[in-house]
């Protein structure tokens, strides 16, 4: 699809310096620009590519004034970077409106769903299932028994969707993910065996939750596991039984809680950052990448390390772990001249 200088200008609310009906038909890097690719500058470090970029139109802040002589088309704007990212987000609901039901694919009895469904081929739709308005389900998904899918929701190829989930509005899940597949739970047996806990509970997504490529959320053993609203969930995440996640949390890819754990809202955690079990964590606290957490956290504490302790002590504690060779040898040293 291609769009003209004029046409992205309305869209922006800019004001065209060249050829308005200059046409672009993909997105590029300024230094990487192509003929027939639209770009932006907002970095005042990128300033030199604008004079070389065979870009066909740039976006640029209103201040912006060539010293020498341009062959792109501007589109001058207050903020050239939040209208591109605006930009990116219209380009991606162009690419991403599809609509009706391919073959093969499965829609069991009992399933309702609203306006401008997409379900891709090879797709399965259990028993039962209520869909929201404006739904995409891309090829090779399942939705088992029973699930209730809320409006403007975009689940990717492969997406695996266990019975009984409960998914709110506005949910982009990626592809590889799986949500409620059954919690670890085992019991041990006196010869050493375990005999599974069936896993009886669901998973809760509310509204305006994003969750990257291959992370997996289980289904509660009782009760729910529940993603408060507005989460983002990166990569391979793995999220365990009756978890519970705050609103507006971040989670960063490869990491791992464990069942029970209750995580506060506005909390930002680094990747591969450990959660033992039946922990409660605070609202706004930030964990560094890597870290083990072990222990209760309080509300709008920063913590680093494994096990993970204050930042700050974590900080001072590093400057003292790396000279700890020379310190043993001072030491030593001493305990010579003392002798």
């Given at each position: 699809?291609?769009?003209?200088?004029?046409?992205?200008?309305?869209?922006?609310?800019?004001?065209?310096?060249?050829?308005?009906?200059?046409?672009?038909?993909?997105?590029?890097?300024?230094?990487?620009?192509?003929?027939?690719?639209?770009?932006?500058?907002?970095?005042?470090?990128?300033?030199?590519?604008?004079?070389?970029?065979?870009?066909?139109?740039?976006?640029?802040?209103?201040?912006?004034?060539?010293?020498?002589?341009?062959?792109?088309?501007?589109?001058?704007?207050?903020?050239?970077?939040?209208?591109?990212?605006?930009?990116?987000?219209?380009?991606?609901?162009?690419?991403?409106?599809?609509?009706?039901?391919?073959?093969?694919?499965?829609?069991?009895?009992?399933?309702?769903?609203?306006?401008?469904?997409?379900?891709?081929?090879?797709?399965?739709?259990?028993?039962?299932?209520?869909?929201?308005?404006?739904?995409?389900?891309?090829?090779?998904?399942?939705?088992?028994?029973?699930?209730?899918?809320?409006?403007?929701?975009?689940?990717?190829?492969?997406?695996?969707?266990?019975?009984?989930?409960?998914?709110?509005?506005?949910?982009?899940?990626?592809?590889?993910?799986?949500?409620?597949?059954?919690?670890?739970?085992?019991?041990?047996?006196?010869?050493?065996s375990f005999t599974k806990i069936p896993q009886i509970?669901?998973?809760?997504?509310?509204?305006?939750?994003?969750?990257?490529?291959?992370?997996?959320?289980?289904?509660?053993?009782?009760?729910?596991?529940?993603?408060?609203?507005?989460?983002?969930?990166?990569?391979?995440?793995?999220?365990?039984?009756?978890?519970?996640?705050?609103?507006?949390?971040?989670?960063?890819?490869?990491?791992?809680?464990?069942?029970?754990?209750?995580?506060?809202?506005?909390?930002?955690?680094?990747?591969?950052?450990?959660?033992?079990?039946?922990?409660?964590?605070?609202?706004?606290?930030?964990?560094?990448?890597?870290?083990?957490?072990?222990?209760?956290?309080?509300?709008?504490?920063?913590?680093?390390?494994?096990?993970?302790?204050?930042?700050?002590?974590?900080?001072?504690?590093?400057v003292h772990f790396r000279n700890l060779p020379k310190?043993?040898?001072?030491?030593?040293?001493?305990?010579?001249?003392?002798?």
């Amino acid at each position: 699809m291609k769009f003209t200088a004029e046409q992205i200008a309305g869209i922006l609310e800019g004001e065209v310096v060249g050829n308005p009906n200059a046409e672009v038909a993909t997105l590029s890097k300024i230094e990487e620009g192509v003929e027939g690719s639209l770009t932006f500058l907002s970095n005042p470090k990128y300033a030199n590519y604008i004079y070389t970029t065979k870009a066909t139109i740039t976006i640029v802040n209103h201040s912006f004034v060539p010293e020498n002589e341009i062959s792109t088309t501007l589109i001058k704007v207050e903020d050239a970077y939040k209208s591109f990212s605006k930009l990116l987000e219209y380009y991606n609901q162009v690419k991403l409106m599809k609509s009706g039901i391919e073959q093969p694919s499965v829609i069991s009895e009992n399933v309702t769903y609203g306006d401008n469904l997409y379900l891709g081929s090879f797709s399965y739709i259990g028993k039962n299932v209520k869909i929201g308005a404006n739904v995409k389900i891309y090829p090779n998904c399942f939705i088992g028994d029973n699930v209730v899918i809320g409006d403007d929701c975009v689940f990717f190829a492969g997406v695996k969707i266990y019975s009984e989930t409960i998914i709110g509005n506005n949910c982009n899940i990626h592809s590889g993910s799986i949500i409620g597949s059954d919690g670890f739970g085992f019991a041990p047996n006196p010869d050493g065996s375990f005999t599974k806990i069936p896993q009886i509970g669901n998973v809760i997504l509310e509204d305006n939750i994003d969750i990257g490529s291959c992370t997996t959320i289980d289904r509660a053993t009782i009760g729910s596991t529940i993603i408060r609203k507005g989460v983002k969930l990166d990569n391979q995440i793995q999220i365990a039984h009756n978890v519970e996640i705050g609103e507006n949390t971040v989670i960063a890819a490869q990491t791992g809680i464990a069942g029970s754990t209750k995580i506060g809202k506005n909390c930002m955690i680094g990747g591969q950052v450990g959660f033992a079990g039946h922990l409660i964590i605070g609202d706004n606290v930030r964990i560094q990448a890597q870290s083990g957490i072990g222990k209760n956290i309080r509300e709008g504490e920063t913590l680093q390390g494994s096990p993970s302790f204050n930042y700050g002590d974590w900080n001072k504690s590093y400057v003292h772990f790396r000279n700890l060779p020379k310190i043993v040898a001072e030491v030593e040293e001493l305990k010579k001249k003392i002798n």
